[in-house]
């Protein structure tokens, strides 16, 4: 089955970009959706299609995707950005939906 | 505006079965579909399955098998989701999405029920 990989763990101060990297095998031709989840509540999506943002979301998180890699793009990271953050792809050759294992994202 | 508002927290017994709904409002029930997805206390999320609220055709994960049913009832816009021969192991928050099926998205989740087993 296919598997999306992601760091366990990134870290940012305040104010500067997060990068949030998922990797699967020619992930690029997949679309990608990611998803903010803080503890004790319900992931929210925060980027479909790989980079469309839905309402609500800032303008912050942006995502992009090429190759074996998809990146969610956090930038001016707030204090209330901390969360794990999870990528998601539909693999066809499963008929099945998959997510990435989480990133923690740590706001120092 | 949307909202998937689902049932209470469950205690079950190793062997038993839990049926957790799934209440929509805000949107035409049968435009989109419902998938579940589970998280384990600490560990991450678990895509389980999907069901056409329009046809109720369904797509279960590999995993899951023969253990799962999910069914709606469009009459009151609920999904449900049944888990049978529960194991220790299946002790988890239990989440609805609602599903895109033009991008294939969860744009909107429940607020999770978390079922614990235990003898």
């Known amino acids: 089955s296919y598997v999306l990989t992601q760091p366990p763990s990134v870290s940012v101060a305040p104010g500067q970009t997060a990068r949030i990297t998922c990797g699967g095998n020619?992930?690029?031709?997949?679309?990608v959706h990611w998803y903010q989840q803080k503890p004790g509540q319900a992931p929210v999506l925060v980027v479909y299609?790989?980079?469309d943002r839905p309402s609500g979301i800032p303008e912050r998180f942006s995502g992009s995707n090429s190759g074996n890699t998809a990146t969610l793009t956090i930038s001016r990271v707030e204090a209330g950005d901390e969360a794990d953050y999870y990528c998601?792809?539909?693999?066809?050759?499963?008929?099945?939906?998959?997510f990435g294992g989480g990133t923690k994202l740590t706001v120092l | 505006q949307v909202q998937l508002v689902q049932s209470g927290a469950e205690v079950k017994k190793p062997g038993a079965s839990v049926k957790v709904s799934c209440k929509a409002s805000?949107?035409?029930?049968?435009?989109?579909?419902i998938s579940w997805v589970r998280q384990a206390p600490g560990q991450g999320l678990e895509w389980m399955g999907w069901?056409?609220?329009?046809?109720?055709?369904?797509n279960y994960a590999q995993k899951l098998q023969g253990r799962v049913t999910m069914t709606t009832d469009t009459s009151t816009s609920t999904a449900y989701m049944e888990l049978r021969s529960l194991r220790s192991d299946d002790t988890a928050v239990y989440y609805c999405?609602?599903?895109?099926?033009?991008?294939?998205?969860?744009?909107?989740w429940g607020q999770g029920t978390l079922v614990t087993v235990s003898s």
């Open positions: 020619n992930i690029g031709s997949k679309s």
């Open positions: 299609d790989d980079s």
């Open positions: 805000g949107y035409t029930f049968t435009s989109y579909g």
């Open positions: 998601q792809v539909w693999d066809s050759s499963s008929d099945q939906w998959v």
């Open positions: 999405a609602r599903v895109d099926d033009s991008s294939g998205c969860f744009d909107y």
């Open positions: 069901i056409s609220a329009y046809n109720g055709n369904t």
